[in-house]
């Protein structure tokens, strides 16, 4: 009997979550996540699926965070017609994350095509609309956690709770005669593996004794100074109290779902007990507005020692729906907070924030969460000295602060803990879900002390194997590249476009004078003539 696993997303990268299993009786999902980032990798999500949507039988849905639920609505769309299996947390956060991605795709096709038509360039249609969403909720099954769940004929899952994000999971999957000898094939897909000691969620959990597990590897090349919940709390107390002093805006660009709910609880409590000074907090996300609904929905199954729907009442919160409320932040001095969405700053309200605020030097960004490689916030990290938000150049004069405490991924000591934890591991350990940087870090880490190094795979995107053999095989014949594994990895032209275009205003604007100007565009002149 033949079990294949293909890679089709989150492979050298932390976006696009997609892993397609096919077995002798059918073939599933774990996963069908949105590529994020640099433009070469998003325009994947434009792309035609690497397989036929009509031809999978079943997709186990790890969490509801758009890079691993994000395609869902595309691939009802285009033909699948199986189950989703999804807890009920996961659910109720799909049923608003979903149509808001839909909605926030119509909304941004209808701006580009009008610079488009002004451009003479042809329209795009969005990857789905908010009505595809909508329509892709009634394929969701509910499945309680711990308890067996037939998948397809063959196949059952169970699901163990990740500690990531409410309704997340780490997926046991049995498949009925995959190994030799006819005995089950035991796979474990990790999903997104939260913190040990992480606020609102309980520590990961999953049982051990595996053929192959499928591992995240976000924070695989960090790990963080212990910490504990005041310390936590006392860090953003400080951060706040700094930005407190410079008397601007504090920007925390925050996932809208979990990371948001987190800082609204710690942010509220510091100001209840008078260790930050009191001033507004904007929460200017509709989609996180919707989400801490669903997350005082499912108060009961959270940390009971945070009265969620307390804190969520409290006057320093002001919840910003619409476009109105949203711009009137605009017109505030002095100090407030606004917290928005994306937590990298790649879409979102945050984006009209950073636009107005960041060249100002009394404004603090505060990067609470993981940025991925080419977005706006991993250049904001890295520390640019400009950036460019829909299509203008903004001089970054903003204090750029970090603090970790705040993600929702384990670290790279957390993770080899939590694979540790899995054994035996009898044939393969898949490292996905990450850099390469951090899959290596991640992979020094387990060799040899946890797995033998033999047993460890970094595989790349779309890379296919063989899992029915002693030990996998890659089938290389039948790997069709949707891109070069370069083009993962780095930074694409787009990238360096808006990095030359940057570098080359600083040049003419420094010149001594107009002459010395116009030498610095006679040469650039002279190289694009001599380049063609």
């Known amino acids: 009997m033949s079990v294949t696993l293909r890679f089709c997303g989150a492979a050298r990268t932390v976006t696009g979550s997609c892993y397609l299993v096919e077995t002798a009786s059918g073939r599933f999902l774990i996963d069908c996540g949105l590529f994020q980032g640099q433009k070469t990798l998003k325009e994947l999500n434009y792309g ?211 990371r948001t709910q987190e800082l609204l609880v710690d942010l509220v409590g510091l100001m209840e007990r008078g260790e930050v000074p009191a001033a507004p907090v904007f929460l200017d996300s509709p989609l996180a507005i919707q989400a801490t609904e669903v997350f005082r929905k499912h108060a009961s199954s959270l940390d009971s020692e945070v009265d969620i729907n307390r804190i969520f009442a409290s006057p320093h919160l002001r919840f910003t729906e619409t476009v109105n409320e949203s711009k009137a932040i605009a017109k505030l001095t002095g100090f407030h907070i606004v917290v928005a969405a994306s937590g990298m700053c790649d879409a979102g309200r945050i984006r009209h924030h950073l636009k107005r605020w960041l060249w100002n030097n009394r404004t603090t960004v505060l990067l609470v969460g993981y940025q991925a490689h080419g977005t706006l916030g991993r250049f904001l ?57 951090a899959i290596a870090a991640l992979a020094e880490r387990v060799a040899e002390r946890v797995i033998p190094a033999a047993r460890i795979y970094q595989p790349l995107l779309d890379d296919a194997y063989e899992l029915a053999a002693p030990e996998p095989r890659l089938l290389d014949g039948e790997c069709r590249r949707r891109l070069a594994p370069e083009a993962v990895t780095h930074l694409d032209w787009h990238n360096d476009m808006s990095r030359l275009i940057l570098d080359i205003n600083d040049e003419v604007r420094a010149a001594a004078d107009d002459r010395a100007r116009g030498v610095i565009i006679r040469r650039l002149r002279r190289a694009l003539e001599n380049a063609g």
């Not at 947390?89 to 119509?106: F, K, R, Y």
């Not at 309704?167 to 999957?173: K, L, M, P, T, V």
């Not at 000295?385 to 299509?391: C, E, F, H």
């Not at 035996?424 to 490292?431: K, S, V």
């Open 48 to 258: 035609a699926f690497p397989f036929r949507p009509a031809d999978i039988d079943a997709v186990l849905l790890t969490h509801a965070h758009i890079d691993h639920s994000g395609m869902l609505p595309r691939l009802v769309r285009d033909g699948f017609d199986g189950c989703i299996f999804a807890t009920r947390g996961t659910i109720d956060l799909c049923s608003v994350m979903l149509p808001d991605a839909g909605n926030i795709q119509e909304s941004e096709v209808f701006a580009l095509n009008r610079r488009n038509a002004a451009r003479g360039r042809s329209d795009v249609t969005p990857i789905y609309t908010q009505a595809d969403a909508v329509a892709s909720l009634q394929s969701f099954r509910p499945v309680d956690y711990e308890s067996w769940v037939d998948v397809m004929p063959d196949v059952r899952a169970r699901y163990w709770n990740a500690g990531h994000l409410l309704g997340s999971a780490s997926i046991e999957i049995e498949i009925a005669g995959g190994s030799r000898g006819g005995a089950p094939l035991r796979l474990l897909a990790s999903g997104d593996i939260g913190p040990e000691a992480k606020l609102l969620q309980p520590d990961p959990k999953a049982p051990a004794a595996f053929d192959y597990v499928i591992s995240e590897s976000t924070y695989g090349d960090r790990i963080r100074p212990a910490t504990t919940p005041e310390q936590r709390r006392a860090r953003l107390a400080a951060e706040v109290r700094d930005a407190a002093s410079a008397r601007g805006a504090l920007l925390i660009p925050a996932f809208a779902v979990e």
């Open 381 to 437: 990290q890295d520390g640019a000295k400009a950036v460019r938000i829909q299509g203008e150049e903004i001089r970054v004069g903003a204090r750029i602060r970090m603090l970790d405490e705040y993600s929702g991924h384990a670290d790279g000591a957390e993770v080899a803990r939590w694979i540790a934890a899995r054994r035996p591991i009898a044939r393969g350990l898949f490292l996905v879900h990450g850099e390469e940087a």
